[in-house]
Nanobody
Framework: QVHLVESGGGSVQAGESLRLSCKTS????????MDWYRQAPEKQREQVAS???????NYSDSVKGRFTISRDNVRNTVYLQMNNLEPGDTAVYYCKTSSRGREFWGRGTQVTVSS
């Protein structure tokens, strides 16, 4: 059974940093592309970062230069380092992967940034 469990969210002031983690099980992690998404209240869920199996990365324009996605294929975990946080980053953050034609999502972790 596939499980994705996010952690590391919290409430911070603008300009501060957080590091999110997504621990996975039930997949061959090193063969899976991993994504971070976020959903703010009354907004659509948006992709913020992805990391491929070769560790190549992509970012949305809104987080480029501030967020860094990384992966640890030994710990089967993907990370999202978030620096210089802004109130607009307030959202629930989810990790996602696909395996055998299905999408798998975690339950999310709340990030709240106050000005």
């Amino acid at each position: 059974q596939v499980h994705l469990v996010e952690s590391g969210g919290g409430s911070v002031q603008a300009g501060e940093s957080l590091r999110l983690s997504c621990k996975t099980s039930g997949i061959n992690f090193k063969l899976n592309k991993m994504d971070w998404y976020r959903q703010a209240p009354e907004k659509q869920r948006e992709q913020v970062a992805s990391i491929a199996t070769d560790h190549s990365t992509n970012y949305s324009d809104s987080v480029k230069g501030r967020f860094t996605i990384s992966r640890d294929n030994v710990r089967n975990t993907v990370y999202l380092q978030m620096n210089n946080l802004e109130p607009g980053d307030t959202a629930v953050y989810y990790c996602k992967t696909s395996s055998r034609g299905r999408e798998f999502w975690g339950r999310g972790t709340q990030v709240t940034v106050s000005s």
